[in-house]
């Protein structure tokens, strides 16, 4: 065993003991996984892959059963993960391209400002996907609005997502590594130079696209939109993990004598999917079993720096994912060819997009030795609620109108309480209704299958009501035969959409 390993696990048994009052309000850590499914991991019954790091926090901490993303997609979770309030409130609030605006301006409360009024140094590493500046980014000059202007103190992250334009880090306010005698300009109308592209040259590709994705060539991979410029300031997606993880744990090492809320957003396991040389036989599933291997990775290098700087004991670390898991996303990387017997949504129907189940329901482990009692929780949780829970836990203050659709779970999340929501919305092409162990999905138009993902989305022209106390898997409708429930939750549906 070695040294670190030793360390985590000895640190990670305190949570055996009975709770005691911190020396100061804790360090709070969000590691928020891409695309990782409910049975992704090792800790949720995976078999094919092995996550060590999350089953050691997952056994050191309470996993959750029933918790939830508010919505299939990114961008939706993490704006309502970081406002606390439902992204289906805000147009804007879909999948963004890589140039969008900010979709969080400044003077809005998020996590972020509430903990770094509270006394906090603040920190976001990784995926972004939130929106930059005011629609008009000059990639080359100062960029803003963006995590600085919304209560972040540092800032290093991609500006949307491993398959978009532009493949940079944005660091603080600037291009990190940027050439100004080699500008960048950034498209998603149309080309902005005679440079090859995927869809023209696949030839030059060391991962063909399978849909979309047949664009602007970085590294040997084809995106979403088109990028000129900026040689040198291009990421490596082999060692975009140990950029960001690096980028982390030094987070970490530098405000380790105060408070602090890191929030790590990992790049693993989205598309594209190209894990660094050194986890290429971590599975037998190819890429994305490999990502799963480096994500956990991650996971390790940022709680044994923790217990490194000995504040282990003192830090409530959160592991989640933005969505559930997609398979074939884009790229041929043999995800579906190697899947074999994994499941990555574990016993649950549908996954990213769909308004079943597994479209909203993640991982989600609470670990904070001392305070929080290793076990198991089916408390139905939601990630919207994250902003006042933790302001409860950090000692944080919300003002009036702050967080608006956010509900106070910080008992259930510390387990001190196995009463977590009475109802929470999941938002895909369709709102879904969750209420205890019912769920409702409302008659909706367009399709039933994704054509590129092979996945349910859930669409029926037919109201959808299931017990999953009894039928997790979301096979047996059973609205005609609980008329009375469907029509209580399509009226307490429409009283949460009008902001009731």
């Known amino acids: 065993m070695k040294r670190r390993d030793f360390l985590f696990t000895g640190l990670s048994l305190s949570g055996q003991t ?9 360090n709070i850590v969000i590691l928020y996984a891409d695309d990782l499914g409910y049975g992704d991991s090792s800790a949720y019954g995976a078999t094919r892959v092995r996550t060590p790091h999350i089953d050691r926090l997952a056994a050191g901490g309470l996993r959750f059963t029933d918790a939830h993303t508010t919505a299939a997609t990114c961008t939706p979770s ?41 006394g906090y140094r603040t920190g976001v590493v990784g995926k972004w996907h939130l929106g930059l500046g005011d629609g008009q980014v000059n990639w080359n000059a100062d960029i803003q609005p963006g995590p ?6 540092e800032s290093f992250i991609l500006p949307a997502t491993g398959d978009r334009v532009p493949c940079v880090y944005v660091d603080g306010h600037r291009v990190a590594n940027l050439d100004p005698l080699d500008p960048i300009a950034v498209s998603y109308q149309g080309p902005l130079d005679d440079q090859p592209t995927g869809k023209a040259h696949p030839e030059l590709l060391k991962m063909k696209p399978s849909h979309g994705h047949d664009m602007t060539i970085v590294n040997g ?12 300031a291009r990421w490596n997606d082999e060692t975009m993990a140990d950029v960001l993880t690096r980028r982390a744990t030094s987070f970490i090492g530098a405000h380790r004598a105060r408070p602090f809320f890191l929030y790590f957003a990992t790049h693993d396991i989205h598309v594209p999917r190209v894990p660094h040389p050194r986890f290429a036989a971590a599975t037998a599933m190819g890429p994305r079993g490999n990502a799963i291997a480096e994500l956990d990775w991650c996971v390790g290098e940022i709680v044994n720096a923790l217990a490194r700087h000995r504040l282990l004991d003192n830090t409530l670390i959160l592991l989640s994912s933005d969505n559930g898991a997609v398979v074939d996303d884009g790229y041929q990387d043999d995800a579906l060819a190697k899947l074999g017997a994994h499941r990555p949504n574990g016993p649950l129907r549908g996954g990213k997009y769909s308004a079943f189940e597994a479209g909203t329901r993640v991982p989600f482990i609470a670990h904070w030795p001392g ?21 409860t836990v950090a000692g944080g203050k919300l003002p009036p109108g702050a967080a608006p659709d956010s509900e106070d779970h910080s008992a259930a999340l510390l387990g001190q309480s196995p009463q977590g929501r009475t109802a929470l919305v999941e938002q895909s092409n369709v ?70």
Do not use: C
């Open 18 to 26: 009975l709770p005691g009052p911190a020396t100061r309000p804790p």
């Open 78 to 118: 993490r704006y309502s993960l970081l406002t606390g309030e439902y992204a289906f409130r805000i147009p804007k609030a879909k999948v963004l391209p890589g140039d969008a605006p900010a979709l969080i301006q400044p003077g809005r409360v998020t996590l972020a400002s509430m903990l770094k009024d509270a």
């Open 148 to 153: 600085l202007e919304i209560g972040f103190d």
């Open 221 to 232: 991979i084809s995106r979403i939109g088109y990028m000129k410029g900026g040689q040198r």
């Open 371 to 391: 305070h929080i009692r290793p076990g198991v929780s089916d408390a139905l949780m939601s990630q919207v609620d994250m902003l006042r829970s933790l302001a």
């Open 431 to 500: 709102l879904a209704l969750r209420m205890g162990s019912w769920k409702y999905i409302p008659p909706s138009q367009g399709v039933r299958l994704n054509p590129n993902t092979n996945i349910e989305l859930g669409a029926s022209s037919e109201p959808q009501l299931y017990n999953l106390a009894t039928d997790l898997g979301e096979t047996r409708n059973l609205a005609e035969q609980h008329l009375d429930r469907v029509r209580e939750m399509t009226a307490k549906l429409a009283k949460i959409r009008t902001g009731g």
